[in-house]
């Protein structure tokens, strides 16, 4: 019986080990993985920032002068935001002359589109990118440049520009094409893309407000983006 319990015991204790050494393995491969993700996900960031606004097109950090999108903003217009969502803005010499919204169509065809919408000061677009689809490819997925410069369409345009009315796909008598075989997909941007201007528009402000935060000086990082020096 002593010898059972002696076993019982020794079992026990091997067992613990191996969860403790299983346990903390997992850990750090938890800790590695996220630094990873959270890296991946700001090289995706500094690179859709980039596309919209060229990095020679600004002088303060980019990634950390931001705004949130809180209860002080109509965040109905920018769509279901995440709760993390912010507000980016370029300046010069201490001038904001772009505001980068972040902005979620709702109604893709196989779910939310993430778009990242510039708007120049005098509220002009000054580029539109998706920064997260599942649209169906050869389709839907037209709205990612990588697939096709169908989203460079925005660009120059502004409330006026179309006329209110003209901001809709063709087949709903607007100004913009839709795809071949997919209409949901474009109609939900451009749907998007009108509500942010109209966010704009709506808190021009305070999205220009150089004092709401301090730029700082810059250095080109492996991101892509500007850094703080």
């Given amino acids: 019986m002593q010898e059972l319990i002696a076993s019982i015991r020794h079992n026990a204790i091997g067992l ?12 750090v491969t938890q800790v590695a993985t996220a630094d990873r993700i959270a890296h991946n996900i ?3 960031q500094a690179k859709a920032l ?18 949130p999108v809180d209860s002080r903003f109509n965040q109905q217009l920018l769509g279901p935001l995440p709760e993390d969502a912010v507000i980016y803005r370029a300046r010069q010499q201490g001038q904001i002359h772009t505001v980068i919204l972040p902005a979620v169509a709702p109604d893709g065809y196989t779910m939310e589109i993430a778009l990242l919408v510039g708007i120049t000061a005098d509220g002009q677009i000054a580029g ?10 050869g389709l839907g997925d037209k709205v990612d440049l990588k697939k096709s410069d169908w989203v460079l369409n925005f660009n120059g345009k502004s409330l006026n520009n179309p ?12 100004d913009f094409d839709q795809f071949t075989g997919a209409t949901i997909t474009p109609r939900a941007v451009v749907k998007a893309v009108k509500h942010a201007l109209k966010f704009f528009e ?15 000086s810059t250095t080109v990082s492996d991101t892509g983006a500007k850094t703080r020096g």
Wanted: aromatic share 4%; hydrophobic share 40%.
């Fill in 16 to 27: 613990s080990l191996f969860a403790l050494v299983t346990a903390g393995a997992i850990a």
């Fill in 42 to 44: 700001r090289l995706a």
């Fill in 50 to 67: 980039n596309e919209i606004v060229p990095a020679n097109q600004y002088d303060n950090d980019l990634l950390t002068d931001s705004l």
């Fill in 128 to 137: 539109v990118r998706a920064t997260s689809h599942r649209e169906t490819p």
């Fill in 163 to 174: 006329d209110a009315e003209q901001w809709a796909v063709k087949r709903d008598g607007g």
């Fill in 202 to 216: 709506l808190h021009k402000a305070a999205l220009l407000d150089s004092t709401s935060a301090t730029p700082s």
